[in-house]
């Protein structure tokens, strides 16, 4: 079975630093990865995904099929990034549907 | 710019009261998703649909039940709402395909609260 693992519920950060969220996978297929934000008051939406290999507003994330990891970087951290962010794991069912297994999410706190 | 609309951003209700939660997407997308997030637990997959009439059982279904009568709209039924269905529940669209990977496009969700 799917599993996605965020260990931290609450990462509080000063502006400026670096940020690592963490996010860890189990799947016996090929991973596809993603995280999803939730800025406060916001609806959920797609952040990055591994396969494009791009960084959006300064974040990155390298997928590591070795330690089943796909972390969550930015070098410098900004008090607008505070959000939720949650890491997604893509699959598809049965029916041939698309479906996203959702980690519980990790609640980032930017202090200025 | 895909639009997915809920028909209402929060809702109170009694216990044992029939509840509808109604979502509707304006992008012609096939996929389309019921989850509820509650602090802590994240998001989970409660049904979803990939076309119309068409239904799979997501991780957490009991005590719901989806409708999908026309491409866009995709409705969430709880039978006898109980207290421990108070949570913030949000639908999310898609493309249909096995090429690829389909990015979700949510609603701004519907905090349903039984009392």
């Known amino acids: 079975a799917q599993r996605v693992t965020q260990p931290e519920k609450l990462l509080s950060v000063f502006k400026g630093a670096p940020v690592e969220l963490k996010c860890n996978y189990s799947y016996s297929g090929s991973p596809e990865l993603f995280w999803y934000v939730q800025y406060s008051r916001q609806r959920l939406q797609l952040l990055l995904r591994h396969i494009s290999r791009e960084s959006i507003k300064g974040f990155t994330a390298d997928l590591n099929k070795g330690e089943t990891s796909f972390h969550l970087k930015k070098p410098f951290a900004q008090e607008e990034d505070s959000a939720m962010y949650y890491c997604a794991l893509g699959r598809y069912s049965g029916a041939g549907s698309y479906q996203l297994t959702f980690g519980k999410g990790t609640k980032l706190s930017v202090i200025p | 710019d895909v639009k997915v609309t809920q028909s209402s951003r929060y809702l109170v209700k009694r216990t044992g009261e029939k509840v509808f939660l109604e979502c509707v997407q304006d992008?012609?997308?096939?996929?389309m998703f019921w989850y509820r997030q509650d602090p802590g637990l994240g998001l989970r997959l409660i049904y979803f649909s990939y076309d119309v009439k068409m239904k799979e059982k997501g991780d957490i279904p009991e005590g719901y039940s989806v409708s999908r009568e026309k491409k866009e709209r995709f409705s969430l039924i709880l039978e006898s709402a109980s207290t421990n269905q108070t949570s913030m529940y949000l639908c999310a669209s898609s493309l249909y395909g096995r090429e690829g990977d389909y990015e979700q496009y949510f609603g701004p969700g519907t905090r349903l609260t039984v009392t």
């Open positions: 992008m012609d997308h096939e996929n």
